[in-house]
């Protein structure tokens, strides 16, 4: 999202862009995460790969914007030289001065980076819990929501270019609103973008816990706009540990809120994220967390070994669990949740599915279905038959299945 806002005001101002181009550029701007350890790592060795490219005259300027950048700035400055400029988070606007042009009108401009036909929504900014893992809070700052006529607006321009799924992004969705009127106010931003003509699914991405309130369940149940999926990132399930992460919830509202979601969307797709080897997580605790992930049968999950981030609360505990057992960890519950999806998909042959065209390769054409969100989630391979195109909407028949991917026939109906 901040990549697309940039991206928007650059072509404003007479550049021309290429999203993750390759071969010679002008200028080549680096957005960085500074989150965890594997993407710190990422984005340095990007950057370093940049230099070299710029010292061989394939690249003409490199400049480093994102959280890696605004958390460790001068350090890089001083590592890294060569880089031309370095700008932190909420700084778009700085890369087009340092670029000497002028973008007095055009700050809303935004140019997509994903396929037409979906698009993200960042619905604020910053973060105002206190997981004592998170450097996030110290990089992007408190939370700030964007307004929703403003939401709503950028929606509607969306919709107009040919967006019909829009997935809703934060840090955490749970909290949108508090801020600005001290309740959540989640649903009612729903049932706004559900007005927007042209907008088919609307997607939701990293919920907290905490907050996510009994309106917006009974909303995802009864609006045919919502998609029946939530991401919701619980880390852990283990009390001691859940306490330590100063989390604000325990296994017992865990429990609550999943059986809520359940209950009243049985369809639902949950998708979750993990993480392994936090300080003092002992043998008994991970055996806890994998019992949860057997018992619960989240249709996708993700997992990050712990890794202690300078200034966050944990980073006093130290980092005791050694990296080959957190590894060992991360291994044992992904191969765990592979057999859960893989049951879960294969209990969908033989049904048909609405499936949103994101693409076309040479024997299949590939899309999605309500229950699956790009690049993270599974892809559905449409034997290629039929005028089906992408951005269009079809249904398919699924005919077979593997842990991460369905493969279906077209039903002869284009949605
Ligand atoms: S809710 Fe997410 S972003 Fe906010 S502090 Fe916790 S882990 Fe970090």
């Not at 991206?7 to 862009?17: D, E, R, S, T, V």
């Not at 950057?47 to 890696?68: D, F, H, S, Y």
């Not at 009994?214 to 919502?226: H, V, Y």
């Not at 024997?363 to 229950?371: K, L």
Request: overall charge negative; aromatic content about 8%; some cysteine.
């Amino acid at each position: 999202m901040d990549s697309e806002k940039l991206l928007g005001q650059l072509p404003a101002h007479a550049f021309n862009l290429e999203h993750e181009g390759s071969g010679s550029a002008d200028i080549v701007i680096v957005n960085t995460c500074g989150f965890i350890q594997d993407a710190k790592e990422e984005s340095i060795d990007t950057i370093l790969e940049l230099v070299e490219a710029r010292k061989a005259g394939e690249v003409g300027q490199v400049l480093v914007t994102g959280c890696l950048s605004q958390r460790y700035m001068e350090e890089l400055k001083m590592e890294i030289p060569e880089v031309d400029a370095w700008f932190g988070v909420h700084e778009p606007g700085d890369i087009v001065e340092y670029l000497k042009v002028n973008h007095h009108d055009k700050q809303d401009a935004r140019l997509l980076s994903t396929p037409s036909h979906f698009a993200y929504l960042k619905i604020a900014e910053g973060c105002d819990r206190t997981c004592s893992f998170c450097a996030i809070p110290m990089i992007r700052g408190s939370y700030v929501s964007v307004a929703i006529e403003e939401l709503v607006s950028e929606a509607e321009m969306l919709s107009a270019k040919g967006v019909k799924e829009l997935i809703v992004i934060a840090q955490d969705i749970s909290y949108y609103g508090v801020d600005i009127s001290g309740k959540p106010m989640l649903a009612e931003l729903l049932r706004a973008l559900c007005n927007i003509d042209g907008i088919e699914w609307i997607r939701l991405h990293y919920a907290y816990p905490n907050h996510f309130s009994d309106e917006t369940i009974r909303l995802m149940a009864s609006e045919p706009k919502i998609c029946k999926y939530l991401d919701i990132p619980l880390q852990h399930i283990n009390d001691d540990l859940l306490k330590s992460m100063r989390r604000g919830h325990n296994r017992e509202n865990i429990f609550a809120l999943l059986s809520a979601l359940r209950n009243q969307i049985p369809d639902l797709a949950l998708r979750t994220t993990m993480m392994v080897g936090y300080p003092g997580e002992t043998r008994e605790m991970f055996q806890e967390l994998m019992d949860f992930v057997a018992e619960v049968r989240f249709d996708r999950l993700g997992v990050f070994t712990y890794s202690p981030e300078e200034g966050t609360r944990a980073y006093e505990l130290g980092d005791p669990v050694a990296e080959e057992l957190k590894k060992e960890r991360a291994r044992d519950i992904m191969e765990l949740q592979e057999s859960i999806s893989l049951e879960i998909n294969q209990s969908k042959v033989g049904k048909t599915f609405k499936v949103l065209i994101d693409r076309e390769e040479v024997d299949y054409f590939v899309g999605r279905t309500e229950y699956d969100s790009p690049e993270v989630d599974n892809e559905v391979l449409i034997k290629k038959e039929g005028p089906l195109v992408p951005g269009q909407f079809a249904r398919v028949l699924v005919t077979a299945a593997d842990a991460f991917e369905l493969f279906a026939t077209w039903d002869g109906d284009s949605l």
